[in-house]
């Protein structure tokens, strides 16, 4: 501040006189040396008369305006009148907007000059800053920074604020100061000076107040404008928002609809799964209804007591085989043990089921449906049966079976060829019988020389029928086969092709026939039995493979019927003869042949011959009791 007021006491001229103010008081002055000088010319003549003729139509408002200025530089006195020059300078005072526009009191905007605008002009040459320096510092310390929300509007009356203090500095020489300094000053006193000051000061500040108020206006605007412009972002981004919401709701929507479509789908699948095991437990437990009314049926038509068979109660049983003792025991075989006794008069065998027998009761039930449904003189009488402890009555076979002629146990002569050949056609014809039994076909699946007995006169007959199946009609008269689950036979005797297929026929006993006749023939077991016959055919040493225990074979024959059974013995079905057609007409031939022979030899054998030990009579017959001989023979 010293270094401007320095600076400006410096460059003034000695006609001015000059005001430091500092912080709202005058610090220091210095007075004009000397008075201005005063130039007349014809030219400031004429622009005064100018000047005076303008001033006239002036209004009051800027008269007093004018006379505040004068008391200020000192042209004039209160209450004095302008002078013309003073007019003419004022008409060319350059108007302000200020003076335009109202404030929003209603008053209009009142421009006053700052304290440090005091201006002294010289007559007769241009007007002169007497604050150059100053006044440019002023002005740009005035001049606020340039703000974004600064309107043009503001700049414009800013810049015509400026301008109209600049005009007061180019005032006419009468106005800016008067020739004589000293009389212009000698009637105030340093307190209206003051006064004055205050006043300019308060101006300014309610200046500067308006101009602060149009900037917060202009900020409050721009503020509003950037408000708008974040809310119409907003707006924006919450519609981009909802429309990405809405998409993902639309895509949740249709996913979730997806997931009701497999559950709904998942149900339906489930519920048919469910109807099909509804279903097949239906069928199950049909099936297990009707199995057991079967059972029902069975267990009651034996006991009916119009059956056809006889019941015996166990007491009768165990009475007749002496509790089951071992001296009446002959035999034991899968089902159980073999008892001899007699039950009415009658010589019977009566077998035993085992507690522990796996497929007992089931064989039982089949042997006892099926025995006491048939007659045939090849197939075993069943005499009667005790349901409740599985005993099955049957006729006692005096001669055993096969296998122990066969084999000779128990010391049995072995069967002349006659009887072998005899045996064989009834074994086919009692075959032949089941395979043709109405209205379904039965298959024996368990055929061997074991399971066929011989009376006492050496009538075969087949036994043991309780593996015996069911064959449906049409697999029977189609010669086709018939699956079964689970296999059942005897090794070396049970067809091949039916073992490892489980393809039931009624060709598959025809397989354990040939094996039968292939023994009948050799008196060898069946182990093997088909290969080594063939070797021997091959190399012609057939009559080797022949029982020995027969001397006199008839060799063609035997070699024909030894083709035959090799033909049987087939391991494909297709290529074993028909029971019917081709095996039993042969066997048939073969069973006259042997009669005729026999009854040959028996014309030419006396009483005491040989030949005699083949009729049928055994020890058993001759020990009956006294008075079951009697009976029998009554």
């Not at 209160?78 to 004022?90: H, I, K, M, T």
């Not at 437990?281 to 009916?304: D, G, H, P, Y």
């Not at 091959?538 to 001397?551: C, H, I, N």
């Not at 035997?558 to 049987?568: H, I, N, R, T, Y």
């Amino acid at each position: 501040m010293k270094d401007i007021a320095g600076t400006v006491l410096k460059g003034v001229p000695d006609f001015c006189t000059v005001y430091v103010i500092h912080k709202g008081k005058i610090s220091s002055t210095k007075a004009a040396c000397r008075p201005a000088p005063s130039i007349l010319s014809p030219l400031r003549n004429q622009i005064m008369l100018q000047a005076n003729s303008k001033y006239n139509g002036m209004d009051q408002s800027m008269g007093s305006s004018a006379n505040s200025r004068s008391s200020v530089t000192g042209h004039s006195r209160p209450g004095s009148e302008p002078s013309p020059r003073a007019r003419q300078n004022d008409s060319n005072f350059i108007k302000s907007p200020f003076t335009h526009r109202r404030a929003p009191n209603g008053k209009a905007y009142e421009l006053s000059t700052p304290e440090t605008d005091i201006s002294f002009v010289s007559s007769g040459r241009r007007s002169v800053d007497v604050y150059p320096t100053y006044s440019e510092s002023f002005e740009g310390s005035l001049t606020p920074p340039r703000l974004s929300g600064f309107s043009d509007v503001d700049s414009q009356g800013y810049d015509s604020w400026t301008t109209g203090r600049r005009s007061l500095d180019i005032l006419p020489l009468d106005l800016a100061a008067s020739p004589e300094p000293d009389k212009a000053f000698s009637g105030q006193t340093m307190d209206e000076v003051e006064a004055e000051m205050r006043r300019l000061k308060q101006e300014l500040k309610q200046t500067m107040d308006m101009y602060s108020t149009a900037c917060k206006e202009a900020l409050s605007a721009r503020e509003k404008a950037k408000e708008l412009q974040r809310w119409k972002m907003e707006e924006q981004k919450r519609l981009e928002e909802a429309r990405l919401a809405e998409e993902a709701a639309l895509a949740l929507a249709e996913k979730e609809k997806a997931k009701s479509r497999a559950a709904l789908e998942h149900a339906e699948a489930a519920q048919r799964i469910a109807e099909l095991e509804a279903q097949k437990r239906i069928n199950a437990e049909m099936k297990a209804l009707k199995e057991a009314e079967e059972k029902t049926r069975v267990l009651s038509s034996l006991s009916q007591p119009d059956c056809r068979y006889r019941k015996y109660t166990i007491e009768e049983i165990e009475v007749a085989t002496e509790y089951f003792a071992q001296s009446r025991k002959i035999g034991e075989g899968g089902y159980g043990p073999v008892y001899k006794c007699y039950l009415d008069h009658t010589p019977v065998a009566v077998k035993v089921l085992r507690p522990d027998a796996t497929h007992g009761r089931s064989q039982f039930q089949q042997e006892v449906e099926i025995l006491s449904c048939i007659r045939h003189p090849n197939m075993v009488l069943l005499l009667g049966a005790c349901p409740e402890y599985g005993c099955l009555v049957y006729e006692y076979m005096s001669n055993g079976s096969l296998e122990d002629c066969l084999v000779q146990r128990g010391k049995t002569p072995p069967l002349s060829w006659q009887h072998r050949f005899r045996i064989a056609a009834e074994i086919g014809t009692g075959l032949l019988f089941l395979h043709q039994t109405k209205p379904e076909p039965l298959v024996h699946r368990d055929l061997k020389p074991a399971n066929i007995l011989l009376d006492r006169n050496y009538v075969s007959k087949i036994s043991d029928v309780g593996l015996a199946r069911l064959v449906p009609p049409s697999v029977a008269d189609n010669v086709t086969q018939y699956r079964m689950t689970s296999t059942a036979g005897t090794f070396c005797y049970i067809d091949p092709e039916y073992q490892q297929t489980g393809m039931l026929g009624v060709k598959s006993d025809i397989y354990s026939l040939g094996i039968i006749f292939l023994q009948i023939l050799t008196g060898k077991p069946p182990m093997g039995l088909t290969h080594h016959v063939e070797r021997a055919i091959e190399r012609g040493a057939f009559r080797e493979m022949l029982d020995p225990s027969v001397p006199d074979w008839p060799l063609e024959e035997a070699l024909e019927f030894a083709k035959l059974a090799l033909k049987c013995s087939e391991l494909r079905r297709k290529d074993r003869p028909d029971l019917g057609k081709v095996v039993l007409p042969y066997l048939n031939k073969l069973r006259e042949q042997a009669e005729e022979s026999l009854y040959n030899s028996s014309q030419s054998c006396t009483p005491l011959s040989p030949c005699y030990s083949q009729v049928s009579m055994s020890k058993d017959d001759m020990s009956y009791p006294p008075s079951t001989q009697s009976s029998i023979g009554g």
